[in-house]
């Protein structure tokens, strides 16, 4: 006989559909919090500042998309240079790997865009509105005029700060103070007020109003980063061996269940406690975990029959208002979690205030929550590591060690040689010299080889502005009775204000066979 599954409707529309309620994170304090916000400072700090830096005399952080060149502080980078961003990705994607690997969801939690804008949009919500009990009351009460005041100065400060975030995102692409002149009067292009518009409403759209639900749905992070995650990736769990059964009780009326693995419980309960004290002593020193309270066989764990056999969670809930996707983190690792920490801030809170050691909710592997060895540094994270180090090596000398200068050399292919009035046997060349550095330069122009082949009009200097690139037509020629058949020659360009600048360039002759 086949089951079925029932399915419940959820209002009188006959709809199966759950709209999604509104999370109002609760403001928390902690370790995890400051290092969340410092990065939130950093990586803004970046993002609306370097625009507007200047170096030699131009935008700093500049990404010239119609003059194909890209500036970055002292470097610049060519339509040559494509390698070098090819193996940034790549480096970019391996990063994604060691870290999740190593500390789960690491880049969701402090660095990825969506959390970090939409800490600022909840600091807006929070200045406005007020805590999470006012913003919930607020919700559930009718308009009324403070409500329209509250809610329309947090729309008019998103939208401003929304609007700058598309400007300084068009700044990365256009120099921004030349943007920035072009407002008043507006003299904007098209494409420009299309992205700063698209910008300003996709930062506006997704911090305001999506949130966690990005996370949740859209990103495609939190589906596949199962496959990257093993047994002794660090991740942050419930203690459920320490802080179950839940219960409340008074401030300093029961001790903590480590403080209890000291012979205040009976027999059983003690070895259980005593058993997890050292699981959780040797887990804090980075020691193999050998075993844990779920070791003991089932009629030596302790039963909850007194007040005195609660765990150290309170059932207090903190930690799941303060969740910025709303999970409760003691129902075990969940794809919606982010590893943003504040449920760590929340929890260590309480068991301050209880005079309970930290640690219930706390950065763990699976394998230490099973009571089993667990190992962070294993062969998987080593050679992520390894790989990533030699691959930023090998970018950064790459970069630092790019030649300066490139000379292509194109010989007419309408013939092979000519003759000249003279008699001589010529071959006219075309050099294309691309000065690739940011300041100006002079170079010469010379011929290395059998003393046969000459460079007509030898030496030949020319200027070169910076970032110029050249065309120069040059003519090697020599005697009949000398060059006959075909000849290996070299062309050199090098600076003459630079002596390192110097670049070479082999070709053929052809004379008479």
């Known amino acids: 006989m086949s089951k079925r599954i029932p399915l419940q409707q959820v209002d009188d529309s006959g709809s199966m559909y759950v709209s999604e309620a509104k999370i109002h994170p609760r403001e928390v304090n902690g370790r995890f919090t400051r290092l969340r916000t410092a990065a939130v400072w950093w990586l803004l700090g970046m993002y609306y500042l370097f625009p507007w830096l200047t170096w030699d005399g131009r935008q700093a952080v500049l990404f010239d998309l119609p003059a194909r060149k890209f500036y970055l502080f002292g470097l610049n980078f060519w339509p040559q240079d494509f390698f070098f961003l090819a193996l940034l990705l790549i480096m970019a994607g391996l990063s994604l790997f060691f870290f999740t690997a190593l500390a789960g969801r690491l880049w969701c939690g402090y660095a990825c865009p969506q959390t970090v804008w939409t800490e600022v949009f909840v600091w807006i919500e929070r200045f406005f509105e007020g805590d999470r009990h006012k913003r919930i009351k607020l919700d559930a009460s009718p308009w009324h005029r403070e409500k329209i005041l509250r809610r329309g100065g947090k729309h008019v400060a998103w939208v401003l700060f929304a609007l700058w975030t598309g400007f300084t995102f068009v700044g990365f692409f256009t120099p921004i103070r030349d943007l920035g002149a072009r407002l008043y009067p507006f003299e904007w292009g098209g494409w420009e007020t299309f992205w700063v518009l698209f910008y300003a409403l996709a930062t506006w759209g997704n911090a305001g109003f999506l949130r966690e639900q990005v996370c949740k749905y859209m990103c495609p992070y939190a589906r596949f980063q199962s496959a990257m995650f093993d047994r002794n990736t660090l991740l942050i769990a419930y203690d459920e061996r320490r802080g179950e059964p839940r219960g409340a009780r008074k401030r300093g009326s029961l001790a903590s269940v480590l ?83 504040a449920c760590i801030d929340a929890c260590d809170g309480v068991m301050d205030r209880l005079s309970y050691p930290r640690g219930l909710i706390r950065y763990t592997t699976q394998n230490a929550v099973d009571g089993k060895p667990s190992r962070i540094l294993r062969p998987r994270v080593v050679i992520y590591g390894v790989l990533l180090l030699a691959l930023f090596t090998g970018w950064t000398w790459g970069v630092l060690n790019r030649a300066p200068l490139q000379v292509d050399v194109l010989r007419d292919r309408n013939a092979l040689y000519r003759t000249a009035a003279d008699g001589a046997v010529e071959n006219a060349y075309t050099l294309r010299i691309i000065n690739k550095q940011p300041r100006a330069h002079t170079y010469r122009i010379a011929v290395e080889g059998e003393g046969a082949i000459t460079l007509v009009g030898a030496p030949i200097e020319i200027h070169a502005a910076a970032e110029e690139v050249l065309t120069v037509p040059v003519t090697l020629r020599g005697e009949p009775s000398r060059v006959a058949g075909r000849h290996d020659v070299r062309i050199v360009v090098e600076s003459l204000d630079d002596p390192a600048v110097r670049s070479t360039h082999d070709t053929r002759f052809f004379g008479p066979m």
């Open 259 to 341: 403080e209890r693995a000291r012979g205040l419980l009976p027999p059983a309960a003690a070895r259980a406690a005593q058993v997890h004290a050292a699981h959780e002593e040797m887990e804090r020193g980075g020691a193999r975990i050998t075993t844990g309270l779920i070791d003991l066989p089932e009629d030596q764990r302790p039963t909850v029959n007194s007040p005195e056999d609660l765990g150290d969670c309170i059932d207090c809930t903190l930690c799941v208002q303060v969740c910025p996707t709303g999970i409760d983190i003691r129902n075990g690792l969940q794809y919606e979690c982010i590893a943003c920490g």
